[in-house]
């Protein structure tokens, strides 16, 4: 029989040493998880003061996306393609029948975007014509938000965009006001079933829910393995669904594939925005922005300051309520 420490049974250092670290198998969670409700409450406060960072290096949400999510608007809601009328019925053919620039101004539709941050989704349904209230706990979010938002959506006289500090299980906005609920990024830190019982509260009737994420595209193996290194905590399973309450169904799902260039300093620093990177030891911080400097540079061999085309997914579910529920009555700021 040979000893523990027989060198005979002893993998080879020089092996080790060669060999890269195992790749770790992808996920099979739906959503991310935290050991307790105090934990997760500690990460994601963790973003109140950190607007401008995430704003640079987060990205923004595909063109493809936003359209999936305008197609799914309610059949009477106007958007920034239709040309609907405050008109009467009876005198409806005479506003069509004036010049384009006579005709009255449509209502544009509305929508509630929770958890809204620095405004990346936001700003895109505001630059569509939507009518937007960006709704967020962190004042260095919005303020964010508002600063890098276009003049002409905040335009005094006809404005497409405003801020509403709240929390999304809570709002105290008017009930059935929006044709459109977004949460971007965001709704894995809410409280599910009371933020759903608020969305089905906030909802007008035949509006929609959208829940959107941008996650890594894990499935390739050298992203994955950023990932791990960076500590991303939205590494799931390739079919994951999340968790809502029984008042919505789900009606379409959309996954669309693409890749944000980024040099290697800004992927570096991407790890910042993270929320464990972000609650961590100044230690553990650097010891994370170091790997990440060894595998982008010298494992992968991308010179420093290099434009990397980082894969992204982006993950889009739409909801309506479910047969059955109904929604609050609609305001007259909708029916007219």
């Not at 019925?89 to 506003?95: D, E, Q, R, S, T």
């Not at 500090?165 to 609920?181: F, G, K, M, Q, W």
């Amino acid at each position: 029989m040979t000893r523990p420490d027989d060198p005979m049974t002893r993998p080879r250092r020089d092996v080790l040493m060669a060999a890269p670290p195992p790749i770790p198998p992808i996920s099979s969670r739906h959503e991310p998880r935290f050991r307790s409700g105090e934990r997760k409450r500690v990460l994601a406060e963790a973003f109140q003061d950190q607007g401008e960072d995430y704003d640079r290096l987060r990205p923004g949400y595909p063109g493809a996306v936003v359209d999936a999510i305008l197609a799914h608007l309610p059949g009477d809601a106007p958007n920034q393609d239709a040309h609907p009328t405050s008109a009467p019925p009876a005198l409806a053919w005479l506003a069509h029948a004036l010049p384009a620039q006579a005709r009255p101004s449509p209502a544009p539709a509305r929508a509630i975007d929770l958890g809204a941050g620095t405004g990346k989704l936001a700003c895109a349904l505001a630059e569509r014509g939507i009518q937007v209230t960006a709704v967020d706990t962190s004042e260095a979010m919005l303020k964010t938000l508002l600063a890098r938002a276009s003049a002409a959506t905040l335009d005094q006289q006809a404005p497409t965009l405003c801020t509403h500090r709240a929390t999304a299980e809570s709002t105290a906005l008017p009930a059935a006001s929006a044709h459109l609920v977004t949460a971007a990024q965001a709704w894995h830190w809410f409280d599910a079933p009371a933020t759903t019982a608020e969305v089905a509260r906030l909802l007008a009737p035949g509006g929609v829910l959208a829940l959107v994420w941008n996650t890594m595209d894990v499935t390739i193996p050298w992203v994955h393995r950023l990932s791990r290194i960076m500590h991303a905590g939205d590494v799931q399973r390739e079919d994951f669904l999340p968790t809502v309450g029984p008042e919505l169904e789900l009606v379409d799902r959309v996954v669309h594939h693409w890749e944000d260039p980024l040099p290697t300093h800004d992927l570096i620093d991407l790890a910042r925005t993270r929320s464990y990177v972000i609650t961590a030891t100044e230690e553990r911080r650097q010891k994370v922005l170091a790997n990440l400097d060894w595998y982008l540079h010298e494992h992968l061999g991308h010179a420093p300051g290099s434009v990397v085309d980082l894969p992204y997914r982006t993950d889009l579910f739409l909801y309506r309520l479910a047969e059955g529920r109904s929604s609050s009555p609609t305001p007259e700021s909708l029916s007219e």
